[in-house]
């Protein structure tokens, strides 16, 4: 029995607020069982040095917590003057995954920067970051279709992520805090509305695992996966019509 | 007329929400008009280098924004690496007003962080900072009172803070974003539930200011601050008896 | 009595020497008491980012102190890496006072930086450093005049600062340092010849302080600065005549 | 075809040399293709903060690239004053990596320390540090037993990586940088001796991969990985039969 | 009898391998007994800032050891996040010698950037580098002539430089580590091929040194240096001819 | 001729002015020609980790200059965020050179810091800085001396340092900068009361030196030293019976 009595393939609850702040082209807090994520995107009238001349787009993400997000107090990376590795390797995870699913020929030189600020931390923040920050992208672009600055919506498709990891032999779906700091392997799937895999990060510090474990995880994402997005149809509204459309002329 | 259409020595509808992040000690939301900022106080059992030994706490407080709580998107400043002149004066501020109001003696070796992250902005983040801060703070004080750590209520009295200003040739109280950038003159101010002052800080970048104005916006401030404390008193319960039993030993 | 035998409403020895260090604009040495200050004016010929391309000017300011001028060695800031809260703060106090008496417009897209070290502290560097910075500052402009870069002098009135306090409930003119640290109330006040408030930083960390006694602060603050005003204008020689020509003509 | 005529699931060839650098307890230089790096492992006689006092020992590890190990040369990251997100990851990986095979238990209060510098870069620089690193460490733990400092090689099993990927829709096994600059998709596969995963990471940052490209992948990783594992056997020489009896007694 | 056998008048045995990383432009490791250093010359098509439009080149040189070079390993200056003012030091040395036998009017707005990196420290670095450096920037430079982008080899001369010192009162010719941490004097010697001084470094911490001292000390590096032009000469083959006919010129 | 006259074996007029700073245990104002620079000895009671429990002192310097000491301002090292190469170079020469005459076995676990800043430079700083330190820690250890903290002067000898350099082919000394920025060749040497070299480093970046000119640059150096040792000797007064009767000791 797992701690908050769910089944081993049973997502926590999930929750999307819209336009949660005011300033950004694009906000969403998002809540996952306890984990709380607010994804602010904002468009930018440039791209980075690296980009410039191509006529092309970037997306890039930032990912940060409230010193008290978690059970202990951290020290602020801004007074420590130096961003960690471990959010460094989230924040380059989310800004992949994003573009994955982004045509960035169809928005002009211009920047999507989405910032997953966790306000509230219980497992699993950097997969609500990346199902958050899709949406909040989204309605950002929405807002450029709306203003007439973009023609069409360059989004692709559909992208969500969720964890899945083997607790005392087990493979679980969506592992809380409490669950992750016991488990013997991690694993975090991001995937598209299409089914297919776009980032698949497993890790067994103190354990191994097997192929055999290895496809039952990657089976029990699949489940996950499916039914965020239809939380992120369900918010992003008649913005569906445009990813849907697209969708169908990629195929 | 200003523009929501204010009185000039009308506050902006405030608003706080008790225990808004799970972990902390102290944790409140403080709404003033449409600024908002998260103020979570921790408790850490142990004080500054420079405190230890002494059989006395510490208050400490530090303050930053969301990179999108303002119309313009700002660079983080773990992303830059250090943390901004202005910040470093507020994160000051705010520690120096909650030591006013505390006795250090009583609560032990412990520091108490006080963490005001603003999640949007719309001028006046540093004083609603001040007056969240405080809730957070008492209430995280409580906690330790709860859990018999602590015997008293280490508090002296209620704390707040609101601004001021000069807006073509006005005073005015509690300006929101579009004032405060068009203002001659920015006035903060820290007042106890006494009524002495604890912080005065005005400027007149642009331009200067006469002592009659000086003493019509320390009038307006006074007015504003009172309504602060009957906002604190609300949402502090219980609390309040401990402060205004120390209110009462120390007069 | 004070602990150098002056009265409540008297300065302490004030010196102005003129040229100090060869190379810049303008440079003076301001001695208050056994406080020292290197005040030197540079003129650069660009102006920050932020100012391009508006035809204007800039001021700004930086202070340190020699790792020395204190009793206690302090580590340099260069060593830290890193600048302090408490020298940011007071390098923007700075250049804003500055700038509260320069008329931007006259003198093209320039930059002043003043440099303010000090080299001996005894209380009172960031106010001798404001009134020292003044006479910097004026006499780089009465350079470029000479040499026909501007046609007039960018000042609008003269600008200097001083300290007040409460001392075991006494009001106070110009801490040492020895009061400073025994003070319960600390104010910094700057003011324009005219007889304004520019920056007023009234601060209580262990006390409070009531409206009576701010009156007195600022009472004592206006009768000091008339004083140094009369330091700056012996020191200053001709340049007077151009900056009380630009008083006449604002008022 | 592939660049270098290799068929799909051939590696490039491996070599590696005992003791390169003289001061290490174990050194290797691994030659995977046109990929060098240099592992030395170091050990020191302590444990960092966080894992004092609990009698075990510490494995971590460090990457970095000679500044020309690469086509463009590459600013130094002391010079820059930061270690990159790319390097904080990969160093991440290889600590993780090294320790799912160390029994922490079995060698006191001890760091060891793997250096992993790249010398030259032709892609999978990460999997050819893992594999030379297991040898370094391994190398160093046998330098602790002959001097009897430990008593046990406190080695579990083997460890190895190699990257494999999807090009132009054929999966092929290790990379080199040609092949890697052009996948569609790269995956990292770290293994043990008895065939378990320790780590599999798998981006498809412009493409996606299907469930079928993910079971490919994994399979030419097994072969590959394999055949790894036979050319540390033959370098590690005596200490082979310490591994294989702990391999035993595990199982 | 030195600790080597070695005579007071005797270099270490001295090997180049050329073209040792396959990307630079010129590339030597360089072995002075037991120092090793990988030199890596590499062009940059453009400048620094303080060298624009002068129709100029400009040679920089980085210098930096692997942190197990050593017998105790070093913590990396990527992760103390700033550069030693040992390694600042040395590194400057390196490149104002190379810069003083470089016609930098004759490679047109081009750096050259040389490498240096410690594989194994035994004493002796810095000058094992700068002999090694300038046979990898001549290696370049011949890089440059060979594709006809630049028309004369702007080499004006040889360089290399060897260590002398005073050991028990003895003047004695290139230390190795055991040497050098022993010694009274240390001094650091970079000639041309003309016999003429680039640098001359000479210390004495705990010990100082007469003028006979410095009179013997010279004439062994005189000695030592002529034969590392024999080395180079050998390695460099048929650029030699360039040097040889561009020394003629300048004589 | 000289640009102000002064035969080539001149040295340009020497001031000390003793006591400058009141807070340090040593405090000098050296003047050299129109070069000044404050040097404050200031002692510690402890030594750097590195020194520890082993009975002895420690003595070391750090050099920087007010940002508009030279004809142009110059950013503030700590602004920057990192001290420079140059910098490091000159405050680790000298330390070096200070230790070289004292005895640290004779003042217990006690550091040293000698202040050296540049209020105005015209060449020569590092070399005056040297001179004006020896005089500042010397006073330092005579307050020592007065307290009976220690028993006797730990100065062994005296310490003065000058330039010399070749201009037009003339060999000079004590250039000031306009002659140090067109030099071929720049040498500054330290000396000790006794003749004895502790320091001699001679830079030719555009140009080289034959050995000539080393030999003249040298008794140049020797000539110029006599005499600020004179100058030094006279300001110390009284201490220096006790730096005289050391250096009888030791030889």
Known sequence: MRTDNRNNDELRPIHMERDY???????????VGETK????????????????????????????MLPRATQQRNIRESSKG?????????QRLIGRALRSVVDLEKFGER??????????ADGGTRTAAITGAFVAMTLAFGELLKQNTIKE??????????????LKDETILDLCYEEDSQAQVDMNIVMTGNGEFVE????????????????EMV?????????????????????????????????
């Open 82 to 90: 130096k961003v960690s590795g471990r959010t460094m390797e989230i």
């Open 37 to 64: 994520v607010i994804c602010n995107a904002s468009i930018e009238d440039r791209v980075p040095p690296f980009m410039r001349n191509q006529g092309k787009g970037w997306v890039t993400a930032e990912y940060a």
């Open 219 to 251: 089976g029990l994402a699949q489940k996950g996966i499916k039914e965020l997005f239809d939380q992120q149809k369900e918010i992003l509204g008649d913005l569906n019509k445009h990813i849907d459309r697209n969708r169908q002329q990629n195929s």
């Open 153 to 166: 919506l360059p989004i692709k498709d559909y992208l969500a992520a969720t964890s899945v990891g083997v």
């Open 111 to 120: 920047t999507v920067w989405v910032d997953c600020d966790v306000i509230q």
């Open 21 to 31: 702040v005011k300033h950004p082209e694009g906000s969403v807090l998002i809540t």
């Open 200 to 215: 698949l990060q497993g890790t067994g510090e103190e354990a191994t695992f097997s192929y055999t474990q290895l496809q």
